[in-house]
């Protein structure tokens, strides 16, 4: 098996399943410290090395699967959006010099007209025109602007893939630490500190999924990166 463990694996697959996992584990912590204590010897190398793989793999599941109903409410992916002719979110004037430089590096872009005329074939040309934009800006040193954007987009997209989950996660992490803090309310004994403190962490943890994780934060990095794909292909050499 393969494992790579670049800067886009760790940041925008692992971490999200992270921020999924922590209330469960600070459950388990707070509730059964012993269960994270027990002895796996060898095994646990074999364990910690192939889990963040695995892991990176499960978030990217969940955010690519949601990716084509988040392009059908947006009228289609943003890079496709951007280099049609009747779009009015991105400036004209820079679509008409991508569009030149488009064709200047030997790929097809439909006229206005073209596009009028036979709009599902015009959509095909702008995604192929992406697919060949993207492989021809994978060095994340020469465009890593463009790198660290689409860093925060699959960060983005695969955190609102796994909100379901995280969600639910995090309420049965409150039930247990909740239990805990109300067992010793209970019996009417000192308010235990680590139950308490972890009850306040996954409430903050349960608010970040229901505020900060939306559909609507997930388009606005992905127009970004639509926006810093496009303008790269100024800077491709055309061919000769």
Known sequence: MDMKFDAYT?????QPVYFTAAPAVLAVATTVPEGLTLPLGGASAIVFLSLPYFMGQVASDFGKRLEPSLWDSWDGPPTTRFLRHDNDEFNAATRKR????LRALGLKVPTADEEESDREQALLLYDSAVDELRRQT???DRFNLLHKTNIEYGFRR??????????????????????S????????GPVPPVPLVTT??????????????????????AERYAQRLLE???DLEPRT
Do not use: E, F, M
């Open 138 to 140: 994978r060095d994340s």
């Open 232 to 234: 790269a292909a100024l």
């Open 200 to 221: 306040l962490l996954n409430s903050c943890v349960a608010l970040g999924w229901l505020v900060g994780v939306r559909a609507k934060t997930v388009r606005l990095t």
């Open 158 to 179: 695969n955190l609102l893939g796994l909100k379901p989950t995280g969600l639910a996660i995090t309420t049965v992490a409150l039930v247990a630490t909740g239990w």
């Open 10 to 14: 760790w940041r925008a697959r692992v």
């Open 98 to 101: 991508i569009h030149t430089q």
């Open 181 to 188: 803090l109300y067992g010793a309310w209970h019996d009417n």
